[in-house]
Every structure is written in C-alpha cells, then in structure tokens.
C-alpha cells in the first residue's frame, strides 16, 4: 500500500519540525486531519498521533506515518486511538495495523475520603534529582518490568521528563526505608485541560514490597496533596490487564473515564 498522495506535509507544521530531532519525527496532513510521528525515546519503536478525520482519511494517515518510519531504519510503530472507536478500528486495518492492547482512563472526584496509611519504618518524601536517579530508575524498571512506555528507562528517559514544562519535584513522591527507595508516586497536574485534572502519572513499588499497603498509602497521599492544590478531579491511565492495579483503583472510586486502544504495525525498514 503507496502513501496517499493527497497526505502531503503540510505548511503549518513548519514549526513543528524545526523543533523536530531530524527524521525522528514528522507530520502529515490530510484534508483537515493530521498526524505526527516521532521516535519513542525508549526502544525501537515510533508512536503516531491523529487530530480528525474520517476512517479513509486515518487510513491514509497512517500509511504516511508507516512510510515515514520505514524510510528512517523502520521499526515497531503504535497508534494509542483515544476513546478508540470502530471507526478507529477499520481505519488501522485498513492501514496494516493489528490492535495490541488498551488503556482505561479513570477518573476520581477530589477529595477523596481516609488517611494513608505507610507501613511502619517507611517514610514519605520528594524526589532529589542529586541522588535518587539510578536509585529510583532501578525501583521503576523493577516495578514495571516488561512494560512498553514505563520500562526500561534509562537516565536519559528520565532526564527529558524531569526537563518537561509540567514537571513539580514537590509532587513526585519517594517512600523509602533504612533500605532505600521503596516506591513512588509522581503527580501532574494538567494546568492547560478543562478541569485542571491532577494525574498519577506513574505508580510503582518495588516488587518485594508488593502487597503491604505501599501502594494504596501512596496513591492516598497523592491525591491529597493534589487536593491541596485546589485539584478536584484525579486521573490516570492503566491498563486494561492490570489487575493489581485497577482493584486498588476502584476500591479508591476511580471510575472509567474513557478506554483508549494501541494499534501496532511492524514496519520493515
Ligand atoms: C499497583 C501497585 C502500585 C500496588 O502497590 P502495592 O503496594 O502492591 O498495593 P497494596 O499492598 O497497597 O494493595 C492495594 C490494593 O491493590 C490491590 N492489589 C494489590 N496486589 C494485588 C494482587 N496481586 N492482585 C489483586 N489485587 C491486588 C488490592 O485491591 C489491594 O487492596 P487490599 O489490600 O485492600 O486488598 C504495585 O503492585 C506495583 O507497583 N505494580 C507494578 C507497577 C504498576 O502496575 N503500577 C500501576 C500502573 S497504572
């Protein structure tokens, strides 16, 4: 399947790619709908983004993107379809994509009820940039080990995320004991989105720390510190099979707020 010739790089995108890391990433425009590709800073992988369109015009879209990545060393390309549709569906196969996984976002009113509740000899901090990288990387890619987006960072992953606009070390929480960094919860707050939603962004306990309360105390103290910045709407993505993680979510009145779909193509360079 050739790129539609009507998918051209569109004009307005100009600012767009002189930010872009060369051939790392790029958009495309077709009729009113667009896209954009780039890099995914961990693996060998592409992740593609779709503003509009109708299911033809994702199709084509997508087939752009594909054509982009197979022109630049190739590789594992995903399109996250949030709210994904059948729609959303047809359009990724018409462009050679198999679905691969889902997401739910979930969403909580803020505040919620009840203390946390550390386990004893654990104590709550936040996150120094001076110290805690390795420390904290090691307890992250343990946690989520295997895991597409949150796995395998390196201090590179870290940094660029440290360097983002949203970044508030006050709300990227450490729990540690005599024995080092225990778990973490790291918060963000959406300033720009309507409701100002505050995120876990990112959750984890050392696996053998699993299964003691850590997770649920940190989670609580979390919301509570987004509460006290004024936050009235928790949120967090999750995914579909995380079972863990989901019952520990409901149990708190998380509800599902939208449930997202990965389609996924292997691209040959
Ligand atoms: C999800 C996670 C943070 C929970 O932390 P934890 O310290 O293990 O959880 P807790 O001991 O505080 O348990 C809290 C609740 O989680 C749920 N839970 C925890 N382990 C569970 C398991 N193995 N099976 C089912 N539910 C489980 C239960 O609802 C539990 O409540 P309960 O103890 O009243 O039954 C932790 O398992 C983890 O780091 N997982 C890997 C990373 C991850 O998936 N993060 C979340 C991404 S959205």
Redesign the pocket.
């Known amino acids: 399947m050739g790129a539609d010739p009507e998918v051209t790089l569109g004009a307005t995108l100009a600012a767009d790619l002189a930010r872009a890391d060369g051939a790392a990433s790029a958009g495309f425009l077709a009729g009113s709908s667009y896209a954009r590709v780039a890099r995914a800073p961990v693996g060998h992988s592409w992740s593609v983004a779709l503003v509009g369109g109708d299911a033809s015009a994702r199709a084509s879209l997508l087939e752009a993107a594909a054509v982009h990545v197979a022109a630049n060393g190739g590789g594992r390309l995903v399109w996250w379809a949030a709210g994904a549709t059948d729609l959303d569906d047809k359009a990724a196969a018409a462009a050679g994509f198999a679905a691969a996984r889902e997401q739910h976002q979930l969403r909580v009113r803020l505040p919620i009820a009840g203390d946390a509740h550390f386990p004893a000899q654990v104590h709550v901090r936040t996150f120094e940039a001076t110290h805690d990288v390795d420390a904290w990387l090691a307890v992250n890619n343990a946690?989520?080990e295997g895991?597409a987006e949150?796995g395998g960072w390196t201090r590179a992953t870290l940094a660029g995320r440290l360097a983002e606009p949203w970044f508030d070390p006050a709300l990227f929480l450490i729990a540690e004991d005599a024995n080092g960094i225990a778990?973490f919860n790291w918060l963000k707050i959406h300033e720009h989105e309507p409701d100002r939603p505050g995120e876990?962004y990112?959750?984890?306990?050392?696996?053998g720390?699993?299964?003691?309360?850590?997770?649920?105390?940190?989670?609580i103290e979390g919301l509570h510190r987004l509460s006290r910045r004024q936050i009235t709407v928790g949120m967090?993505?999750?995914?579909a099979d995380?079972?863990?993680?989901?019952?520990?979510?409901?149990?708190l009145g998380f509800i599902t707020h939208r449930t997202d779909r990965a389609y996924e193509r292997e691209v040959a360079s």
């Open positions: 946690a989520f895991h949150q778990g876990i990112a959750i984890g306990v050392a696996p720390r699993q299964g003691q309360g850590l997770g649920r105390a940190l989670a967090l993505y999750v995914a995380n079972t863990a993680a989901l019952s520990l979510y409901r149990s």
